[in-house]
T-cell receptor, first 115, second 113 residues
Framework: DTGVSQNPRHKITKRGQNVTFRCDPI?????LYWYRQTLGQGPEFLTY????????KSRLLSDRFSAERPKGSFSTLEIQRTEQGDSAMYLC?????????????FGPGTRLTVL | KQEVTQIPAALSVPEGENLVLNCSFT??????LQWFRQDPGKGLTSLLL?????REQTSGRLNASLDKSSGRSTLYIAASQPGDSATYLCAGSGNTGGFKTIFGAGTRLFVKA
């Protein structure tokens, strides 16, 4: 098991462009989470999936953001028409909900810079 | 609405000192309380998870406790080492309104050699 992986690790884009990030969770994990983190703050919840179903989405997530998890495996997070305020670290985590335990394991993150 | 607060925001201690990091939360209907470590520019590493039915968990020099009635969790680090320098984050996930996880802003720890 290689843990949670995220690609790309860094992305620099111009304002107004679309970007897509990928997350590959730990293989047997049924839950997958996306977070955004800015400097000096804790991660901020964006959305999560149980298998392929998107169960919750933060109200902070504008309609420019969309996430998918086809077939309950990897997930993608797309940001359309990027803005400078979207610059942040985007973190993915996965977990296996079982027996009252939902321990989340994080990937290394994708750092987005919008110029 | 769950809110998580961590005190202190930053802490500098000499090597070998025992220390306590504090985490408070507003919604006692908490499912899991998880402590993480984050090194600069990196992802989060899970340290300890306490289920709602548990009071504490231990791993090596780390001990985390959970008191749901007072809305508090503490992370105790024994015999601190320079390698412990990092940001420590606590996160609560609840079973009201789904399993959304709320993080505190973290405590930045610096252990001086």
């Amino acid at each position: 098991d290689t843990g949670v992986s995220q690609n790309p690790r860094h992305k620099i884009t111009k304002r107004g462009q679309n970007v897509t990030f990928r997350c590959d969770p730990i293989s047997e994990h049924n839950r997958l989470y996306w977070y955004r983190q800015t400097l000096g703050q804790g991660p901020e919840f964006l959305t999560y999936f149980q298998n392929e179903a998107q169960l919750e989405k933060s109200r902070l997530l504008s309609d420019r953001f969309s996430a998918e998890r086809p077939k309950g495996s990897f997930s993608t997070l797309e940001i359309q028409r990027t803005e400078q305020g979207d610059s942040a670290m985007y973190l993915c985590a996965s977990s296996l909900l079982a027996g009252g335990k939902n321990e989340q394991f994080f990937g290394p993150g994708t750092r987005l810079t919008v110029l | 609405k769950q809110e998580v607060t961590q005190i202190p925001a930053a802490l500098s201690v000499p090597e070998g000192e025992n220390l306590v990091l504090n985490c408070s939360f507003t919604d006692s209907a908490i499912y899991n309380l998880q402590w993480f470590r984050q090194d600069p520019g990196k992802g989060l590493t899970s340290l300890l998870l306490i289920q709602s039915s548990q009071r504490e968990q231990t791993s090596g020099r780390l001990n985390a406790s959970l008191d749901k009635s007072s809305g508090r969790s503490t992370l105790y680090i024994a015999a601190s080492q320079p390698g412990d320098s990092a940001t420590y984050l606590c996160a609560g996930s609840g079973n009201t309104g789904g399993f959304k996880t709320i993080f505190g802003a973290g405590t930045r720890l610096f252990v001086k050699a």
